[in-house]
């Protein structure tokens, strides 16, 4: 999703938190005789609520424990008179939902490629001593903050993020011809797109991309650009199950591997897409 999609998530995202606060504070203070010496401590605390704050989830985690431990009643002193009016009266998870990373569904910048190409997760790169390779560190993969970071292993010229999903199996397709070119997928729900020389002059005994294809899609030659892409989908669902109803519309986001350059040896074009195509 392009940067004026995300601008605009976030700051529908951030006005529907601060309506949330505002309710919850009248909740309470409607109810305040349920929270006796209390009620005080958790208007100050929603008070200092921020959206964008790095701990959000925690801090509404902890105001969820106050309510609860808060609760003191003379008139409805029962677990489940509180359970019914904290879901339904109160209905926490409303400002919950308002929370959503929307950066995560950002479009990547575009990276310049000028040589041999891999798709993968970032773990299979890693040196271990299982694989005969000595770590360059007392652990490479928390040393390189888990494929966010290749930098500490030497790895310049590479892009990783998220895939959403979490572990997948993907297709390549060249997008001229419809044909699947590779495949990859992750163990740790990650996706990167790494300058081959540089991952085998970090591991030499890397060969994913040969002994386990559908680890490691290889794009040999490869001179142009990479960018990652975050797609909207949505349908509705087939069957009825207890989650949801035959009918019920769904909507997600998915991330693709779109690049577009030429074989440098022939000069041949090179467009591709890397998408999600099992689990």
């Known amino acids: 999703m392009d940067k004026k999609w995300v601008e605009n998530r976030k700051t529908e995202a951030r006005e529907n938190f601060e309506k949330e606060k505002q309710r919850i504070k009248a ?24 959206y964008d704050d790095e701990l959000i989830w925690y801090k509404l985690n902890d105001l969820e424990i106050d309510l609860r431990y808060g609760w003191r009643s003379t008139n409805l002193d029962s677990p489940d ?138 794009i040999e030659n490869f001179k142009g650009t990479v960018q990652f892409v975050v797609k909207h989908v949505e349908g509705v669902y087939e069957d009825t199950t207890k989650w949801w109803n035959k009918g019920d519309k769904w909507e997600d986001y998915v991330v693709e591997v779109v690049g577009h350059g030429v074989n440098k040896m022939t000069g041949e074009p090179i467009n591709f897409v890397g998408k999600q195509t099992g689990f």
């Open 27 to 50: 909740e309470i203070l409607r109810f305040g005789k349920l929270f006796p010496g209390v009620e005080k401590t958790v208007i100050q605390n929603i008070d200092s609520l921020r």
């Open 81 to 218: 008179s509180y359970s019914e009016w904290f879901e339904k009266q109160l209905d926490y998870e409303r400002i919950k939902a308002c929370c959503v990373d929307y950066e995560r569904y950002s479009d990547g910048e575009l990276m310049e490629f000028d040589g041999s190409i891999i798709i993968t997760d970032p773990c299979y790169i890693i040196r271990t001593e299982h694989h005969g390779t000595k770590p360059l560190t007392d652990n490479d993969w928390e040393s390189c903050d888990y494929g966010s970071n290749m930098e500490a292993l030497g790895i310049k010229k590479y892009m990783t993020r998220d895939t959403l999903y979490g572990d997948w199996s993907c297709t390549t397709f060249n997008t001229d011809t419809g044909e699947p070119i590779g495949a990859f997928c992750a163990d740790a729900g990650m996706v990167s797109v790494l300058d081959l020389s540089e991952v085998l002059a970090y591991n030499p005994d890397f060969d994913y991309h040969i002994q386990r294809k559908w680890t490691t899609t290889l």
